[in-house]
C-alpha cells in the first residue's frame, strides 16, 4: 500500500500533483510520501502487537534525516552500519538504547563513537572483531552488549547480490564456531553476551528462507542457553521483499510475524528487527523527464534525465521497478522501450524491452518503488549533481535534501601547488 495514484488522469503523491511538482523542483528528484513511511512503520509494530519488539530501521535503506525523524516518531530504532549512520540516527533524535550496530568492518573509531553513545547492542561479525570491542570496551571503561551474527547457510533473498546468509557469504559467524566463539565471548570482561542476531539476504519473496534460518537460531539459543550463556535477546534482521510490479508478491507482515512467534514464542527472548526496504521501498518515487525518443536500429530508447548515479539497482541487481507515465494517456499505443539515462555505461538502463504507452520529449515518467537503495546509494558519475529528495505530507512538501549548485560539488577539490 503507499499514497502514490491517479486522480483524473494525473499522478498525485498524496494530495500533490506530481507534474505541478516538477515543474517547481526541475527533475529528475526523488519524492516521498510521509504518510506511507508512517503506514508501513505502524503495520509492521502492529504485526507484533504485545510482543514489545525493537523495531530498528535499516537506516542504509534512506537515511535522510527528515525520514528518519518520521520513523522515529512512530516508535522506530536503527540499525546503522557505519559511524556516519549512527550520528544521523542519533541527529535525528533515535535514543541511543534504540540502536543496534551491524555490519563486517567496524573500525576502531566508529566502535568507539557507538560505545559512548551506549547503544543498545553490537552486532559482531568475526572472532577479531570481538576481541577488538572488547578491548576498546575495557579501556573505556565500558561493557559492551554484544550478539554475535551467526550465519545460518541459508540461501534467500531476490538476487545474488543481496543473499548475505550462505556460508559462502562474507557475512556473520560460520554455523559450526558460533558456539565455540559464544564461550570465548562470556569469558571477556568488557562484553556482556545477550543475544543472537541473523541476516539473511533482502527482498526476500517467501516465508521458507525465513522459516529454516530461525528455527535454526531458535535451537541455537537453546543450545547456547545448555552451555550456560544466558541469552534474551533474538536479532532476527531485515530482508522482507516488497512488490516490485513484477511476478513476485511477498508475504504479509501479518504472515511473517505469525511464522516468528510460532517459532520463537516458546524462548522467551525479547525480539529485534531490522527492516529497510519494507518500511521505505513503496513510500518514494523517481520522477524523471523524457529528454529524446531515439528509434535505434534494433530498439526504441526513452532517453529520460535520471540515471543510474541516481538509482542503481537495475545495473546492480538487475532490480525491476515499474515505470508508469505521470500524466496518463491511456488512447496512446502501447510501444516497447529501453528506458535509460543518458550516463556513459552499457549498464545505464532502468527497464529493457518494457511495453509503455508511447512517451515522446518533455514528458514524465515515474519510477516507483525507488524509496529504498535509491537516493543512499546516488553518486555524482559523470558530474551530475546529487538529485533532490521531497518529502510530501498530504499538500504539503518540503526539499528534504536540495540538489547541489555546481561549486558545491567540487568544493571538496582543490589543485596543487605546482600547477
Ligand atoms: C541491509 C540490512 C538490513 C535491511 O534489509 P532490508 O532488506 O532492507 O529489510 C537489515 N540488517 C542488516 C544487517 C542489513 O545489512
Not at 17 to 40: K, M, Q
Not at 93 to 107: E, L, R
Not at 171 to 185: P, S
Not at 402 to 410: G, V, W
Request: aromatic share 8%.
Amino acid at each position: 500500500m503507499h499514497h502514490f495514484e491517479y486522480r483524473s488522469g494525473r499522478l498525485y503523491a498524496e494530495d500533490v500533483d506530481v507534474a505541478a511538482l516538477a515543474d517547481r523542483i526541475g527533475s529528475p528528484f526523488y519524492v516521498y510520501s510521509e504518510a506511507t513511511l508512517r503506514r508501513h512503520m505502524r503495520v509492521f509494530h502492529k504485526a507484533f502487537e504485545g510482543a514489545d519488539p525493537l523495531v530498528a530501521f535499516s537506516v542504509k535503506a534512506n537515511s535522510n534525516i527528515a525520514v528518519l525523524k518520521i520513523l522515529q516518531s512512530e516508535g522506530s530504532g536503527a540499525d546503522v552500519v557505519s559511524g556516519g549512520e549512527l550520528q544521523r540516527a542519533l541527529k535525528a533524535g533515535i535514543a541511543p538504547d534504540k540502536i543496534v550496530f551491524s555490519g563486517i568492518g567496524k573500525t576502531r573509531d566508529e566502535v568507539k563513537a557507538a560505545l559512548n553513545a551506549g547503544i543498545y547492542q553490537f552486532n559482531v561479525e568475526s572472532a577479531p572483531e570481538l576481541e577488538a570491542l572488547n578491548a576498546l570496551a575495557l579501556e573505556t571503561g565500558k561493557s559492551a552488549p554484544v550478539a554475535l551474527r551467526v550465519n545460518p547457510d541459508v540461501a534467500a533473498g531476490g538476487h545474488d547480490k543481496i543473499s548475505t546468509g550462505r556460508k559462502e557469504d562474507k557475512f556473520g559467524v560460520a554455523w559450526e564456531e558460533a558456539r565455540g566463539l559464544y564461550g570465548r565471548a562470556r569469558e571477556m570482561k568488557g562484553v556482556d553476551v545477550v543475544g543472537v542476531d541473523l541476516h539473511i539476504g533482502s527482498q526476500i519473496a517467501d516465508l521458507a528462507p525465513f522459516e529454516a534460518a530461525f528455527s535454526k537460531a531458535a535451537q541455537l539459543i537453546a543450545d547456547l542457553r545448555a552451555d550456560g550463556c544466558s541469552i534474551d535477546r533474538l536479532d532476527l534482521g531485515g530482508g522482507l521483499g516488497i512488490p516490485y510490479g513484477d511476478a513476485a508478491t511477498p508475504p504479509h507482515p501479518n504472515d511473517y510475524a505469525a511464522l516468528i512467534k510460532r517459532l520463537t514464542a516458546p524462548l522467551g527472548v525479547r525480539l529485534i528487527f531490522e527492516p529497510g526496504r519494507m518500511i521505505c521501498g513503496n513510500a518514494g518515487i523517481l520522477v524523471t523527464r523524457v529528454i529524446f525518443v531515439k528509434e535505434g536500429v534494433a530498439r526504441k530508447f526513452l532517453i529520460v534525465d535520471a540515471a543510474m548515479n541516481d538509482l542503481i539497482r537495475p545495473a546492480l541487481y538487475d532490480a525491476h521497478h515499474e515505470i508508469i507515465p505521470v500524466i496518463q494517456n491511456d488512447e496512446a499505443p502501447r510501444t516497447t522501450y529501453d528506458v535509460v539515462g543518458p550516463v556513459c555505461e552499457s549498464s545505464d538502463f532502468f527497464a529493457k524491452a518494457r511495453a509503455l504507452p508511447e512517451m515522446k520529449e518533455g514528458d514524465l515518467a515515474a519510477i516507483m518503488s525507488a524509496g529504498a537503495y535509491g537516493a543512499v546509494q546516488a553518486s555524482q558519475y559523470n558530474t551530475r549533481p546529487l538529485i533532490p529528495e521531497v518529502l510530501v505530507n498530504s499538500d504539503r512538501h518540503a526539499v528534504i535534501r536540495r540538489r547541489p549548485s555546481f561549486d558545491e560539488m567540487i568544493a571538496l577539490e582543490a589543485s596543487p601547488d605546482w600547477l
